[in-house]
Antibody, heavy 120, light 107 residues
Framework: QLQLQESGPGLVKPSETLSLICTVS??????????WGWIRQPPGKGLEWIGT???????FYNPSLKSRVTISVESSKSQFSLKLRSVTAADTAVYYC????????????WGQGTLVTVSS | DIQMTQSPSSLSASVGDRVTITCRASQGISNFLAWFQQKPGKAPKSLIYGASSLESGVSSKFSGSGSGTDFTLTISNLQPEDFATYYCQQYNSYPLTFGGGTKVEIK
């Protein structure tokens, strides 16, 4: 059964870079039908899609974050990563990674999520 | 961007009730619509994709319908474990967007 697990610092200072890794287990990260995404949820609020990367390395980002976001894949480690630059308190959220199993499906499964707080 | 509007934002229901949540897209998205359930402190769980297809392992008490701009999620025979927040999401085009959520509470 495919499982995803986010990891990274829980506290980031304003203006610095938020870096998270999602480790995929129980399945291949290099499947041509799958893409991999990041979604976030500020405390007490709704879900916001951050971006997605597919098997060929093509990326799709939320325009509201595009200038600050990079998503990449390291297939040899079964990991994909998120970097969000120049963070502010507004970037405080639970960050989830998830698989998108094809264009006719949405995200399933999701990682358990990791809370990242931006504060000095 | 395609805006997704859910209604109601919250509702109170009793065990055994049948509830319906609606989701409207600001433009047509065919059937590229998913529904997620989220319980407090947990990750969202996919219930339905393609507007009406049930994810493997999900109870048939959940059903989805709609196409184009108007969609519904129906939960029959509401049980204590169904009290949660439900989100719709369109994946017809980027950027992918979610509805604001519907919190289903116990009456």
């Amino acid at each position: 059964q495919l499982q995803l697990q986010e990891s990274g610092p829980g506290l980031v200072k304003p203006s610095e870079t938020l870096s998270l890794i999602c480790t995929v287990s129980g399945g291949a990260i290099s499947s041509s039908s799958d893409s991999w995404g990041w979604i976030r949820q500020p405390p007490g609020k709704g879900l916001e899609w951050i971006g997605t990367i597919n098997y060929s390395g093509s990326t799709f980002y939320n325009p509201s974050l595009k200038s600050r976001v990079t998503i990449s894949v390291e297939s040899s480690k079964s990991q994909f990563s998120l970097k969000l630059r120049s963070v502010t308190a507004a970037d405080t959220a639970v960050y989830y990674c998830a698989r998108r199993p094809g264009v006719f499906r949405s995200f399933d499964p999701w990682g358990q999520g990791t809370l990242v707080t931006v504060s000095s | 961007d395609i805006q997704m509007t859910q209604s109601p934002s919250s509702l109170s229901a009793s065990v055994g009730d049948r509830v319906t949540i609606t989701c409207r897209a600001s433009q047509g998205i065919s059937n590229f619509l998913a529904w997620f359930q989220q319980k407090p402190g947990k990750a969202p769980k996919s219930l339905i994709y393609g507007a009406s297809s049930l994810e493997s392992g999900v109870s048939s008490k959940f059903s989805g319908s709609g196409s184009g701009t108007d969609f519904t999620l129906t939960i029959s025979n509401l049980q204590p474990e169904d009290f949660a927040t439900y989100y719709c999401q369109q994946y017809n085009s980027y950027p992918l967007t979610f509805g604001g959520g519907t919190k289903v509470e116990i009456k």
